[in-house]
Protein backbone atom coordinates (compact mmCIF):
# COMPACT_ATOMS: atom_id res chain seq x y z
CA UNK A 1 0.00 0.00 0.00
CA UNK A 2 1.25 3.35 -0.62
CA UNK A 3 2.41 5.61 2.39
CA UNK A 4 0.45 8.09 3.47
CA UNK A 5 2.52 11.16 3.65
CA UNK A 6 1.76 13.37 6.91
CA UNK A 7 2.72 16.92 7.11
CA UNK A 8 5.43 16.35 10.11
CA UNK A 9 5.93 19.80 12.32
CA UNK A 10 2.43 21.56 12.06
CA UNK A 11 1.04 18.42 13.53
CA UNK A 12 3.29 18.20 16.71
CA UNK A 13 2.17 21.94 17.38
CA UNK A 14 -1.27 20.73 16.94
CA UNK A 15 -0.77 18.24 19.56
CA UNK A 16 1.12 21.14 22.22
CA UNK A 17 -1.85 23.75 21.27
CA UNK A 18 -4.48 21.63 22.51
CA UNK A 19 -3.00 21.16 25.70
CA UNK A 20 -0.91 17.73 25.56
CA UNK A 21 -2.05 13.98 25.83
CA UNK A 22 -4.48 14.78 28.56
CA UNK A 23 -6.90 17.39 26.84
CA UNK A 24 -6.68 14.53 23.48
CA UNK A 25 -7.91 11.72 26.13
CA UNK A 26 -10.67 13.90 26.85
CA UNK A 27 -11.31 15.32 23.09
CA UNK A 28 -11.39 11.65 22.16
CA UNK A 29 -13.67 10.15 24.73
CA UNK A 30 -16.11 13.25 23.75
CA UNK A 31 -15.67 12.33 20.09
CA UNK A 32 -16.41 8.34 20.59
CA UNK A 33 -19.09 9.18 22.79
CA UNK A 34 -20.61 11.27 20.11
CA UNK A 35 -20.15 9.02 17.06
CA UNK A 36 -21.23 6.03 19.15
CA UNK A 37 -24.56 7.54 20.07
CA UNK A 38 -24.93 9.83 16.76
CA UNK A 39 -28.16 8.35 14.48
CA UNK A 40 -25.82 7.70 11.47
CA UNK A 41 -22.56 6.32 12.93
CA UNK A 42 -23.77 4.66 16.07
CA UNK A 43 -24.14 1.05 14.85
CA UNK A 44 -20.74 0.68 14.05
CA UNK A 45 -19.84 1.06 17.70
CA UNK A 46 -22.40 -1.69 18.37
CA UNK A 47 -21.28 -3.41 21.07
CA UNK A 48 -17.30 -1.60 20.92
CA UNK A 49 -15.62 -1.14 24.20
CA UNK A 50 -15.66 2.93 22.93
CA UNK A 51 -13.55 3.93 25.34
CA UNK A 52 -11.04 1.60 24.75
CA UNK A 53 -11.10 2.24 20.74
CA UNK A 54 -10.57 6.29 22.00
CA UNK A 55 -7.81 4.80 23.63
CA UNK A 56 -6.31 3.32 20.50
CA UNK A 57 -7.02 6.16 18.87
CA UNK A 58 -4.86 8.52 20.59
CA UNK A 59 -2.07 5.81 20.39
CA UNK A 60 -1.84 6.18 16.71
CA UNK A 61 -2.70 9.33 16.58
CA UNK A 62 0.56 10.38 18.87
CA UNK A 63 2.60 7.99 16.55
CA UNK A 64 1.16 9.98 13.22
CA UNK A 65 1.63 12.96 14.74
CA UNK A 66 5.46 12.62 15.74
CA UNK A 67 4.55 13.09 19.22
CA UNK A 68 5.68 9.29 20.24
CA UNK A 69 7.39 6.45 18.96
CA UNK A 70 5.53 3.26 19.48
CA UNK A 71 1.51 2.56 18.05
CA UNK A 72 0.81 -1.42 18.81
CA UNK A 73 -2.55 -1.31 17.35
CA UNK A 74 -3.92 -1.94 13.96
CA UNK A 75 -3.54 0.73 10.65
CA UNK A 76 -6.56 2.21 9.65
CA UNK A 77 -7.01 -0.11 6.43
CA UNK A 78 -7.17 -3.48 8.51
CA UNK A 79 -8.70 -1.65 11.75
CA UNK A 80 -12.71 -1.52 9.59
CA UNK A 81 -11.98 -4.46 7.43
CA UNK A 82 -14.48 -6.27 9.65
CA UNK A 83 -16.94 -3.33 10.34
CA UNK A 84 -19.65 -3.33 7.92
CA UNK A 85 -18.60 -0.59 4.82
CA UNK A 86 -18.06 3.02 5.94
CA UNK A 87 -19.67 5.30 3.02
CA UNK A 88 -18.84 8.63 2.21
CA UNK A 89 -21.32 10.05 4.34
CA UNK A 90 -20.04 7.98 6.61
CA UNK A 91 -16.72 9.38 6.77
CA UNK A 92 -18.13 13.09 6.08
CA UNK A 93 -20.26 12.82 9.56
CA UNK A 94 -17.15 11.56 11.50
CA UNK A 95 -15.62 15.15 10.19
CA UNK A 96 -18.32 17.09 11.12
CA UNK A 97 -19.06 15.85 14.72
CA UNK A 98 -14.79 15.91 15.03
CA UNK A 99 -14.83 19.59 14.26
CA UNK A 100 -17.87 19.80 16.50
CA UNK A 101 -16.29 18.35 19.00
CA UNK A 102 -12.91 20.83 18.77
CA UNK A 103 -15.26 23.56 19.04
CA UNK A 104 -16.63 22.33 22.25
CA UNK A 105 -13.38 22.05 23.75
CA UNK A 106 -12.61 25.66 22.39
CA UNK A 107 -9.94 24.62 19.89
CA UNK A 108 -9.05 27.19 17.29
CA UNK A 109 -10.56 27.13 13.83
CA UNK A 110 -6.94 26.56 11.81
CA UNK A 111 -6.29 23.82 14.40
CA UNK A 112 -9.63 22.29 13.49
CA UNK A 113 -8.85 22.61 9.81
CA UNK A 114 -5.31 21.05 10.06
CA UNK A 115 -6.55 18.01 12.43
CA UNK A 116 -9.73 17.48 9.64
CA UNK A 117 -7.49 17.66 6.76
CA UNK A 118 -5.11 14.71 8.69
CA UNK A 119 -8.22 12.41 8.89
CA UNK A 120 -8.93 13.36 5.20
CA UNK A 121 -5.55 11.93 4.66
CA UNK A 122 -7.09 8.03 5.46
CA UNK A 123 -10.44 8.38 3.79
CA UNK A 124 -9.11 5.76 1.01
CA UNK A 125 -7.71 3.22 3.41
CA UNK A 126 -11.21 3.31 5.39
CA UNK A 127 -14.26 4.63 2.92
CA UNK A 128 -15.22 1.61 1.22
CA UNK A 129 -14.65 1.76 -2.56
C1 LIG B 1 -16.77 6.92 9.80
C2 LIG B 1 -15.50 6.55 9.95
C3 LIG B 1 -15.05 5.54 10.97
C4 LIG B 1 -15.76 4.63 11.71
C5 LIG B 1 -17.26 4.36 11.69
C6 LIG B 1 -14.80 3.92 12.55
C7 LIG B 1 -15.12 2.91 13.44
C8 LIG B 1 -14.23 2.14 14.14
C9 LIG B 1 -14.56 1.00 14.98
C10 LIG B 1 -15.96 0.46 15.25
C11 LIG B 1 -13.39 0.50 15.47
C12 LIG B 1 -13.21 -0.75 16.38
C13 LIG B 1 -13.00 -1.96 15.52
C14 LIG B 1 -12.77 -3.22 16.34
O1 LIG B 1 -12.56 -3.15 17.57
O2 LIG B 1 -12.80 -4.29 15.73
C15 LIG B 1 -12.31 1.34 14.97
C16 LIG B 1 -10.97 1.17 15.28
C17 LIG B 1 -9.99 2.03 14.89
N1 LIG B 1 -10.10 3.09 14.03
FE1 LIG B 1 -11.82 3.76 13.18
N2 LIG B 1 -13.55 4.42 12.31
C18 LIG B 1 -13.64 5.41 11.37
C19 LIG B 1 -12.61 6.19 10.87
C20 LIG B 1 -11.30 6.13 11.28
C21 LIG B 1 -10.23 6.99 10.83
C22 LIG B 1 -10.38 8.12 9.82
C23 LIG B 1 -9.10 6.59 11.46
C24 LIG B 1 -7.69 7.12 11.37
C25 LIG B 1 -7.39 8.35 11.00
C26 LIG B 1 -9.44 5.49 12.33
C27 LIG B 1 -8.56 4.80 13.14
C28 LIG B 1 -8.88 3.71 13.91
C29 LIG B 1 -7.91 3.00 14.75
C30 LIG B 1 -6.44 3.36 14.90
C31 LIG B 1 -8.60 1.94 15.37
C32 LIG B 1 -8.06 0.91 16.39
C33 LIG B 1 -7.25 -0.18 15.75
C34 LIG B 1 -6.92 -1.32 16.72
O3 LIG B 1 -7.70 -1.57 17.66
O4 LIG B 1 -5.89 -1.96 16.53
N3 LIG B 1 -10.80 5.23 12.20
N4 LIG B 1 -12.85 2.31 14.16
Known amino acids: MKAIKLSGPALGALFSSIGG ?6 ILARFYQKMSTDVLLGFFFDG ?3 LAIARMQKSFL ?3 WGVSQSYAGKSPADAH ?3 PPILKGHF ?6 LAETLREFKVGENEIA ?4 FEEKFRA ?5
Open 21 to 26: EASLDQ
Open 48 to 50: CDV
Open 62 to 64: MRA
Open 81 to 83: AKL
Open 92 to 97: DRRLVL
Open 114 to 117: LWVS
Open 125 to 129: AVEHS
